[in-house]
C-alpha cells in the first residue's frame, strides 16, 4: 500500500469519526430533557417512606375542573361593562345550593309531612333539562334547614329549582318546559302542589345573567416554549412538581391545588396526551406547555395570577424556555401587570355582583 493511500485511509477515518461524533453530539442536545436521576431516587425514597406509613394506599388526586361544557370559553372580557338591569334580580339569603340569584325556583306546598325515602324514590331519573341542572330540596323538620332529600329525615316543604345559565348559555323555553314536566311529575308523587314562576320572565332573566357570565367569563392561559433541546414528560413533571404541581387525571395534565379538598385546582399544567402515553416517554419530545387558569373558579384569596405568573417565570427560567401566549408573542412583564389590573377590576364586578369568584354560585354559573 502506498504512502498517498494510507494517508487517504486515515484520512478518510478521522472525516468518517468527525462525523459520527458531530452526529452523536447533535442527537444528545437534541434529544429531549430527562429528570434529573437524584431526584427521581429521592421520589421514590418519599413514596415508599409514604407506603409504609399509610399502609401502602394509593393516593389519587381527583382533578374536579378536568371535563366541563365550553360553549362560551371566551379569553378576553370587558371588566367595565355594566351588570344588566331590565329585569329585577330577586335576592335571597341562600348560598350554595338553589339560590333565586342563578335559579328557578318552583316551590312545592304540601299537605302534611313527607318522608325522605318517598322524596328519593321520585326523584326524576335525570337531574336536567337539556343542558341546565336540576336540583331538589326540602325543608328538614327537625332543623329547619333546605338541604337535599336525606333517606330517614321528614320534609315539610320541596322546592324544585333549575340553572338559569351556564357555559352552555342561557336556559330557553324547551328546557323549562323540560323542567316544568320534571318538577311537576315530582310533586304529584310526593302528594304536593307546585307554583311555577312566569315563564318568559325566567327566559328573560336567564339571557340577562347569560349576557353578564359572557361578558366576564375570563380563562387565561400561557404558553412555554423551549428555547432549544425538547423536554421528556418526566422532565416536564420533575419541574412542576418542585412548584406545587400534582397529577391530575388525564395524561399530560398537572394541577396545582387549593388547600381545601375538592375545590377545583388554582392552575392547570397541559402537554400532549400523546406523548405522555407513549410507550417508551423518555423519548417523547415536548416543545411547549399550556399554563390555564380558570378565572371564576378560584378564590381571588388565592392570588391565582401571581401564582401564575410566578410558576410561568419559574419553569421557563428553570427549563430555558419563554412564555407567550397562544399566538406565539413573548409576553413581557408590562403585559402580565395590564393583566392583572383588568383582572382586579374583573373581581371586583364579580363581588359586586354576589358572584365572587370562586363561590359556589360562581362556580355553578361558570362551569
Not at 169 to 185: D, R
Not at 220 to 236: D, K, M, Q, T
Given at each position: 500500500?502506498?504512502?498517498?493511500?494510507?494517508?487517504?485511509?486515515?484520512?478518510?477515518?478521522?472525516?468518517?469519526?468527525?462525523?459520527?461524533?458531530?452526529?452523536?453530539?447533535?442527537?444528545?442536545?437534541?434529544?429531549?430533557?430527562?429528570?434529573?436521576?437524584?431526584?427521581?431516587?429521592?421520589?421514590?425514597?418519599?413514596?415508599?417512606?409514604?407506603?409504609?406509613?399509610?399502609?401502602?394506599?394509593?393516593?389519587?388526586?381527583?382533578?374536579?375542573?378536568?371535563?366541563s361544557s365550553a360553549d362560551r370559553h371566551e379569553p378576553l372580557f370587558d371588566p367595565d361593562l355594566p351588570a344588566p338591569s331590565g329585569v329585577p334580580v330577586p335576592t335571597g339569603d341562600r348560598r350554595g345550593g338553589l339560590d333565586p340569584l342563578i335559579d328557578v325556583i318552583a316551590p312545592v306546598s304540601l299537605d302534611?309531612?313527607?318522608?325522605?325515602?318517598?322524596?328519593?324514590?321520585?326523584?326524576?331519573?335525570?337531574?336536567?333539562?337539556?343542558?341546565?341542572?336540576?336540583?331538589?330540596?326540602?325543608?328538614?323538620?327537625?332543623?329547619?334547614?333546605?338541604?337535599?332529600?336525606?333517606?330517614?329525615?321528614?320534609?315539610?316543604?320541596?322546592?324544585?329549582?333549575?340553572?338559569?345559565?351556564?357555559?352552555?348559555?342561557?336556559?330557553?323555553?324547551?328546557?323549562?318546559?323540560?323542567?316544568?314536566?320534571?318538577?311537576?311529575?315530582?310533586?304529584?308523587?310526593?302528594?304536593?302542589?307546585?307554583?311555577?314562576?312566569?315563564?318568559?320572565?325566567?327566559?328573560?332573566?336567564?339571557?340577562?345573567?347569560?349576557?353578564?357570565?359572557?361578558?366576564?367569563?375570563?380563562?387565561?392561559?400561557?404558553?412555554?416554549?423551549?428555547?432549544?433541546?425538547?423536554?421528556?414528560?418526566?422532565?416536564?413533571?420533575?419541574?412542576?412538581?418542585?412548584?406545587?404541581?400534582?397529577?391530575?387525571?388525564?395524561?399530560?395534565?398537572?394541577?396545582?391545588?387549593?388547600?381545601?379538598?375538592?375545590?377545583?385546582?388554582?392552575?392547570?399544567?397541559?402537554?400532549?396526551?400523546?406523548?405522555?402515553?407513549?410507550?417508551?416517554?423518555?423519548?417523547?419530545?415536548?416543545?411547549?406547555?399550556?399554563?390555564?387558569?380558570?378565572?371564576?373558579?378560584?378564590?381571588?384569596?388565592?392570588?391565582?395570577?401571581?401564582?401564575?405568573?410566578?410558576?410561568?417565570?419559574?419553569?421557563?427560567?428553570?427549563?430555558?424556555?419563554?412564555?407567550?401566549?397562544?399566538?406565539?408573542?413573548?409576553?413581557?412583564?408590562?403585559?402580565?401587570?395590564?393583566?392583572?389590573?383588568?383582572?382586579?377590576?374583573?373581581?371586583?364586578?364579580?363581588?359586586?355582583?354576589?358572584?365572587?369568584?370562586?363561590?359556589?354560585?360562581?362556580?355553578?354559573?361558570?362551569?
Open positions: 500500500m502506498s504512502n498517498l493511500t494510507l494517508a487517504l485511509a486515515i484520512l478518510g477515518g478521522l472525516v468518517l469519526a468527525a462525523v459520527v461524533a458531530y452526529n452523536t453530539l447533535m442527537s444528545r442536545r437534541n434529544a429531549p430533557r430527562q429528570p434529573d436521576a437524584v431526584d427521581i431516587a429521592l421520589d421514590e425514597a418519599e413514596r415508599a417512606l409514604s407506603g409504609a406509613h399509610d399502609g401502602d394506599a394509593p393516593h389519587l388526586h381527583v382533578d374536579p375542573n378536568q371535563v302534611g309531612l313527607a318522608s325522605g325515602d318517598a322524596a328519593i324514590a321520585a326523584m326524576p331519573p335525570t337531574r336536567r333539562a337539556g343542558s341546565k341542572p336540576v336540583a331538589i330540596e326540602g325543608l328538614n323538620e327537625h332543623n329547619g334547614q333546605w338541604e337535599p332529600p336525606v333517606a330517614g329525615q321528614r320534609y315539610s316543604a320541596f322546592q324544585v329549582g333549575v340553572q338559569l345559565a351556564n357555559r352552555t348559555g342561557a336556559l330557553n323555553e324547551i328546557e323549562y318546559s323540560e323542567f316544568v314536566v320534571k318538577a311537576q311529575a315530582f310533586a304529584d308523587a310526593v302528594n304536593g302542589s307546585p307554583e311555577f314562576p312566569e315563564m318568559l320572565d325566567e327566559v328573560a332573566r336567564a339571557r340577562e345573567l347569560d349576557q353578564f357570565a359572557g361578558a366576564h367569563d375570563a380563562q387565561l392561559g400561557f404558553v412555554l416554549r423551549a428555547l432549544h433541546a425538547a423536554w421528556s414528560p418526566g422532565y416536564v413533571q420533575q419541574n412542576a412538581a418542585r412548584l406545587g404541581f400534582v397529577a391530575g387525571i388525564i395524561p399530560g395534565r398537572m394541577v396545582l391545588p387549593t388547600g381545601e379538598a375538592g375545590l377545583p385546582p388554582v392552575l392547570g399544567l397541559s402537554f400532549d396526551t400523546q406523548a405522555a402515553l407513549a410507550d417508551d416517554p423518555a423519548q417523547s419530545a415536548i416543545r411547549e406547555l399550556n399554563l390555564s387558569l380558570d378565572v371564576p373558579q378560584v378564590d381571588r384569596g388565592e392570588e391565582p395570577f401571581r401564582r401564575m405568573r410566578e410558576a410561568a417565570a419559574t419553569l421557563a427560567r428553570e427549563m430555558d424556555g419563554v412564555v407567550t401566549d397562544s399566538d406565539g408573542q413573548l409576553l413581557r412583564d408590562e403585559t402580565m401587570d395590564v393583566i392583572g389590573n383588568d383582572l382586579e377590576q374583573l373581581y371586583d364586578t364579580l363581588d359586586a355582583r354576589d358572584l365572587a369568584a370562586g363561590s359556589p354560585l360562581a362556580r355553578r354559573l361558570f362551569s
